[in-house]
């Protein structure tokens, strides 16, 4: 059964550093694009950042534009989140998706998700 499981959430001073990771499992990823949204509370759940499958091809949304990193280690079938610079309006749940996908930061089209993993920035 296909597993994605977040980790490395927490709480941070604005300005800190935070890495998220999200391990993969039940299946080979490593063709599958990867994601990460989240949703701050009282929002929609938004698009942050994406991987694709084969040539690492990197998207982010303009909040997070120079400030967070996607990379993954697809031997391990794992994902990461470099969160630097962060910002109080960055608190939310961070979620791990996956899923072949035409456009990274639609929702819809992600068909694997993970649990979710708490980021709270303090001002």
């Known amino acids: 059964q296909e597993q994605l499981v977040e980790s490395g959430g927490g709480l941070v001073q604005a300005g800190g550093s935070l890495r998220l990771f999200c391990a993969a499992s039940?299946?080979?990823?490593?063709?599958?694009?990867m994601a990460w949204f989240r949703r701050a509370p009282g929002k929609e759940r938004e698009f942050v950042a994406a991987i694709s499958g084969r040539l690492d091809i990197t998207a982010y949304a303009d909040s997070v534009k120079g400030r967070f990193t996607i990379s993954r280690d697809s031997t391990k079938n794992t994902v990461y989140l470099q969160m630097n610079s962060l910002k109080p309006e960055d608190t939310a749940v961070y979620y791990c998706a996956a899923g072949r996908v035409n456009v990274p930061d639609a929702l819809r089209e992600y068909g694997y998700w993970g649990q979710g993993a708490q980021v709270t920035v303090s001002s």
């Open positions: 039940g299946r080979n990823f490593s063709n599958y694009a």
